[in-house]
C-alpha cells in the first residue's frame, strides 16, 4: 500500500460534542438490544489485532474524526494514528490511519467507522472536484440544505474539507427569500421590505430572481445577496453586469460539472450546488487487519 500525498492538508474539526452525538447514535443502532453477536461468537474475548483504513479510490479524506471515535467508544484505550487528515488527499491504496486494540472492538465499530468515513470523504471528493473546475474564476462553491436528516452539520463539514465554502446552515442563521416566499408576500418588494423590518442588523438577507426585470426590483431595496435561479449563461452574466459588484451575487440551479466552469465565468461570486451533499457517491474505503497469525 502506499501513503497519499496532502496528509493533514489543513487543520479542520468537528465539535466533539457533534462527533461523539452522532458515533453513539450509530452504534446504538448497530448493536441494538443483543450486541454483535458475530464477534462474540467468533473472537476470544481479550484478544489484540491491528489494522489499517485503506483508500480503494482516490479521493478527499473527511470524516476521520468519526472514525477514531467510533473505535475509541468501544475501546477506550485504542491507538489510532491518523495518516491522513481530514482535507487530505489519497490515492487508490493509500493507507488513510493505523489502528490497533481490543479486536472485538475494532470489527465491531468497522461499519460505523467506515460508514461515516466513506460517506463524508465522498462529498468532500465531488466539492474538491467542483472547486478545481472553477479554479482560476474567483467563483466559490457553496452547498445548500438538501442533505441528510439528522447528518448536516457532518456533510456541511465535509464540503469545507473539500474546499468548499457553507450556505446557511439552517432557517435560523440567515433570511432567503425564494420564489414561494415571493408568491405568498405579494410580490419582492413586500417580501424584501417586511424582511428589512423584522430581521436584525446582523441578519444577512438574500432574495431569488430569475430575470432582469425581477433583479432591478431587488436591487432598489438593497438585499445583502442576490440569487441568480436558473439562468442560462448569457443572462447570468447580464445580471452580474446589472449589479456591478453592488451585492454578492449567487448563481444556482440544475449546477453540474459539465456546466459549473462556464457559470463561473459570468463572474457570479457563489454557485450552489445541491449535489455535493444529495448526490455524492461514497468514496470506497476499508478497513484490513493485519494481525500476524
Given at each position: 500500500m502506499?501513503?497519499?500525498?496532502?496528509?493533514?492538508?489543513?487543520?479542520?474539526?468537528?465539535?466533539?460534542?457533534?462527533?461523539?452525538?452522532?458515533?453513539?447514535?450509530?452504534?446504538a443502532?448497530?448493536?441494538?438490544?443483543?450486541?454483535?453477536?458475530?464477534?462474540?461468537?467468533?473472537?476470544?474475548?481479550?484478544?489484540?489485532?491491528?489494522?489499517?483504513?485503506?483508500?480503494?479510490?482516490?479521493?478527499?479524506i473527511?470524516?476521520?474524526?468519526?472514525?477514531?471515535?467510533a473505535?475509541?467508544?468501544?475501546?477506550?484505550?485504542?491507538e489510532?494514528?491518523?495518516?491522513?487528515?481530514?482535507?487530505?488527499?489519497?490515492?487508490?491504496?493509500?493507507?488513510?490511519?493505523?489502528?490497533?486494540?481490543?479486536?472485538?472492538?475494532?470489527?465491531?465499530?468497522e461499519?460505523?467507522?467506515?460508514?461515516?468515513?466513506?460517506h463524508?470523504?465522498?462529498?468532500?471528493?465531488?466539492?474538491?472536484?467542483y472547486?478545481?473546475?472553477?479554479?482560476?474564476?474567483?467563483?466559490?462553491?457553496?452547498?445548500t440544505r438538501?442533505?441528510?436528516?439528522?447528518?448536516?452539520?457532518?456533510?456541511?463539514?465535509?464540503?469545507?474539507?473539500?474546499?468548499?465554502?457553507?450556505?446557511?446552515?439552517?432557517?435560523?442563521?440567515?433570511?432567503?427569500?425564494?420564489?414561494?416566499?415571493?408568491?405568498?408576500?405579494?410580490?419582492?418588494?413586500p417580501?424584501?421590505?417586511r424582511?428589512?423590518?423584522?430581521?436584525?442588523?446582523?441578519?444577512?438577507?438574500?432574495?431569488?430572481?430569475?430575470?432582469?426585470?425581477?433583479?432591478?426590483?431587488?436591487?432598489?431595496?438593497?438585499?445583502?445577496?442576490?440569487?441568480?435561479?436558473?439562468?442560462?449563461?448569457?443572462?447570468?452574466?447580464?445580471?452580474?453586469a446589472?449589479?456591478?459588484?453592488?451585492?454578492?451575487?449567487?448563481?444556482?440551479?440544475?449546477?453540474?460539472?459539465?456546466?459549473?466552469?462556464?457559470?463561473?465565468?459570468?463572474?457570479?461570486d457563489?454557485?450552489?450546488?445541491?449535489?455535493?451533499?444529495?448526490?455524492?457517491?461514497?468514496?470506497?474505503?476499508?478497513?484490513?487487519?493485519n494481525?500476524?497469525?
Amino acid at each position: 500500500m502506499t501513503v497519499a500525498s496532502g496528509v493533514q492538508a489543513r487543520e479542520l474539526r468537528l465539535p466533539d460534542a457533534v462527533v461523539e452525538k452522532a458515533v453513539a447514535e450509530s452504534l446504538a443502532e448497530d448493536l441494538g438490544l443483543g450486541g454483535d453477536v458475530t464477534t462474540e461468537a467468533t473472537i476470544p474475548a481479550g484478544t489484540r489485532a491491528s489494522a489499517v483504513i485503506a483508500a480503494r479510490k482516490p479521493g478527499t479524506i473527511a470524516g476521520i474524526q468519526l472514525a477514531k471515535a467510533a473505535f475509541k467508544t468501544l475501546d477506550p484505550f485504542v491507538e489510532f494514528e491518523t495518516i491522513v487528515g481530514d482535507g487530505g488527499k489519497v490515492e487508490v491504496g493509500a493507507i488513510i490511519a493505523r489502528v490497533s486494540g481490543d479486536a472485538r472492538a475494532l470489527l465491531t465499530a468497522e461499519r460505523t467507522a467506515l460508514n461515516f468515513l466513506g460517506h463524508m470523504s465522498g462529498i468532500a471528493t465531488l466539492t474538491a472536484r467542483y472547486v478545481e473546475a472553477v479554479a482560476g474564476t474567483g467563483a466559490r462553491i457553496i452547498d445548500t440544505r438538501k442533505t441528510t436528516p439528522g447528518l448536516r452539520a457532518l456533510e456541511k463539514f465535509a464540503v469545507r474539507c473539500g474546499g468548499g465554502v457553507n450556505h446557511r446552515f439552517g432557517l435560523f442563521d440567515a433570511v432567503l427569500i425564494k420564489d414561494n416566499h415571493i408568491e405568498a408576500a405579494g410580490g419582492i418588494g413586500p417580501a424584501l421590505e417586511r424582511a428589512r423590518r423584522h430581521s436584525g442588523h446582523m441578519v444577512k438577507i438574500e432574495i431569488e430572481v430569475t430575470s432582469l426585470d425581477e433583479l432591478d426590483d431587488a436591487l432598489k431595496l438593497a438585499p445583502d445577496v442576490v440569487l441568480l435561479d436558473n439562468m442560462p449563461p448569457d443572462l447570468l452574466k447580464a445580471a452580474v453586469a446589472e449589479v456591478a459588484g453592488r451585492v454578492i451575487t449567487e448563481a444556482s440551479g440544475g449546477v453540474t460539472l459539465e456546466t459549473v466552469r462556464a457559470i463561473a465565468e459570468t463572474g457570479v461570486d457563489l454557485i450552489s450546488v445541491g449535489a455535493l451533499t444529495h448526490s455524492a457517491p461514497v468514496l470506497d474505503v476499508g478497513l484490513d487487519f493485519n494481525t500476524p497469525r
